[in-house]
Protein backbone atom coordinates (compact mmCIF):
# COMPACT_ATOMS: atom_id res chain seq x y z
CA UNK A 1 0.00 0.00 0.00
CA UNK A 2 2.76 2.89 1.12
CA UNK A 3 6.37 2.14 0.90
CA UNK A 4 8.80 4.45 2.67
CA UNK A 5 12.41 4.50 0.83
CA UNK A 6 15.19 5.64 2.54
CA UNK A 7 18.46 6.82 0.61
CA UNK A 8 21.97 9.00 1.58
CA UNK A 9 23.29 6.55 4.72
CA UNK A 10 27.24 5.42 4.68
CA UNK A 11 30.55 5.96 5.87
CA UNK A 12 31.84 9.56 7.35
CA UNK A 13 34.07 11.19 9.32
CA UNK A 14 33.59 12.70 12.78
CA UNK A 15 32.76 16.55 11.55
CA UNK A 16 31.31 15.36 8.72
CA UNK A 17 28.01 15.79 7.14
CA UNK A 18 25.23 13.56 5.71
CA UNK A 19 22.14 14.22 3.61
CA UNK A 20 18.96 11.62 4.29
CA UNK A 21 16.05 10.93 1.99
CA UNK A 22 12.80 9.39 2.35
CA UNK A 23 10.38 9.48 -0.09
CA UNK A 24 6.84 8.07 0.45
CA UNK A 25 4.89 6.14 -2.20
CA UNK A 26 1.97 4.28 -2.90
CA UNK A 27 -1.77 4.55 -2.07
CA UNK A 28 -1.37 8.01 -0.26
CA UNK A 29 -4.33 10.52 0.30
CA UNK A 30 -2.14 13.06 2.89
CA UNK A 31 1.12 12.42 5.42
CA UNK A 32 0.74 14.24 8.49
CA UNK A 33 3.93 14.33 10.57
CA UNK A 34 7.08 12.49 9.15
CA UNK A 35 10.23 11.52 11.15
CA UNK A 36 13.59 9.74 11.62
CA UNK A 37 14.31 7.39 14.27
CA UNK A 38 17.91 6.13 14.78
CA UNK A 39 18.80 2.98 16.70
CA UNK A 40 22.01 2.18 17.72
CA UNK A 41 23.24 -1.20 18.50
CA UNK A 42 21.90 -2.69 22.00
CA UNK A 43 19.72 0.18 22.21
CA UNK A 44 16.01 1.19 21.85
CA UNK A 45 14.99 2.78 18.84
CA UNK A 46 14.49 6.77 19.47
CA UNK A 47 12.89 9.70 17.91
CA UNK A 48 15.85 11.89 16.07
CA UNK A 49 13.20 14.36 14.45
CA UNK A 50 10.07 14.96 13.44
CA UNK A 51 8.24 17.54 11.36
CA UNK A 52 4.51 17.87 10.78
CA UNK A 53 2.71 19.09 7.94
CA UNK A 54 2.68 22.31 9.22
CA UNK A 55 6.09 22.60 9.49
CA UNK A 56 6.56 22.41 13.20
CA UNK A 57 9.95 20.65 13.94
CA UNK A 58 11.01 18.72 16.82
CA UNK A 59 14.73 17.34 17.49
CA UNK A 60 15.93 15.02 20.21
CA UNK A 61 18.19 16.88 22.26
CA UNK A 62 21.34 15.16 21.46
CA UNK A 63 21.19 16.39 17.79
CA UNK A 64 20.29 20.14 18.23
CA UNK A 65 22.02 22.42 15.99
CA UNK A 66 23.48 20.02 13.67
CA UNK A 67 20.73 17.96 12.47
CA UNK A 68 18.05 19.82 10.39
CA UNK A 69 14.73 18.06 9.39
CA UNK A 70 12.85 19.36 6.66
CA UNK A 71 10.58 17.88 4.05
CA UNK A 72 8.78 18.33 0.39
CA UNK A 73 5.13 17.51 0.68
CA UNK A 74 4.55 17.93 -2.96
CA UNK A 75 7.43 14.98 -3.16
CA UNK A 76 5.91 12.87 -0.34
CA UNK A 77 9.86 13.40 1.02
CA UNK A 78 11.56 14.12 3.92
CA UNK A 79 15.07 14.72 4.44
CA UNK A 80 17.43 14.90 7.44
CA UNK A 81 20.71 16.96 6.92
CA UNK A 82 23.31 16.02 9.12
CA UNK A 83 26.25 17.99 10.32
CA UNK A 84 29.04 18.04 12.51
CA UNK A 85 28.76 13.94 13.19
CA UNK A 86 30.21 12.32 15.87
CA UNK A 87 30.72 8.84 16.85
CA UNK A 88 27.80 8.53 19.34
CA UNK A 89 25.69 9.02 15.69
CA UNK A 90 26.26 5.77 14.49
CA UNK A 91 23.17 4.02 13.97
CA UNK A 92 20.45 2.44 11.70
CA UNK A 93 18.38 5.34 10.43
CA UNK A 94 14.43 4.69 10.07
CA UNK A 95 12.07 7.40 8.65
CA UNK A 96 8.36 7.69 9.94
CA UNK A 97 5.57 8.85 8.43
CA UNK A 98 1.72 9.17 9.75
CA UNK A 99 -0.42 8.36 6.56
CA UNK A 100 -3.82 8.79 5.62
CA UNK A 101 -4.17 6.05 2.68
CA UNK A 102 -6.18 6.65 -0.50
CA UNK A 103 -8.90 4.18 1.64
CA UNK A 104 -9.07 6.67 4.43
CA UNK A 105 -7.30 3.98 6.52
CA UNK A 106 -4.40 5.66 8.60
CA UNK A 107 -0.95 3.90 8.87
CA UNK A 108 2.26 3.85 10.58
CA UNK A 109 4.70 3.34 8.02
CA UNK A 110 8.51 2.91 8.40
CA UNK A 111 11.37 2.54 5.87
CA UNK A 112 13.69 -0.58 5.78
CA UNK A 113 16.66 1.46 7.46
CA UNK A 114 19.94 3.02 6.37
CA UNK A 115 23.22 2.61 8.11
CA UNK A 116 25.17 5.65 9.22
CA UNK A 117 28.67 5.50 10.71
CA UNK A 118 30.73 7.53 11.52
CA UNK A 119 34.66 6.96 12.07
CA UNK A 120 36.38 8.68 14.61
Known amino acids: QVQLVESGGGLVQAGGSLRLSCAAS????????MGWYRQAPGKQRGLVAS???????NYADSVKGRFTISRDSAKNTVYLQMNSLKPEDTAVYYC??????????????WGQGTLVTVSS
Open 96 to 109: NADVVAGSGNGLDA
Open 26 to 33: GSIFSINT
Open 51 to 57: ITSGGST
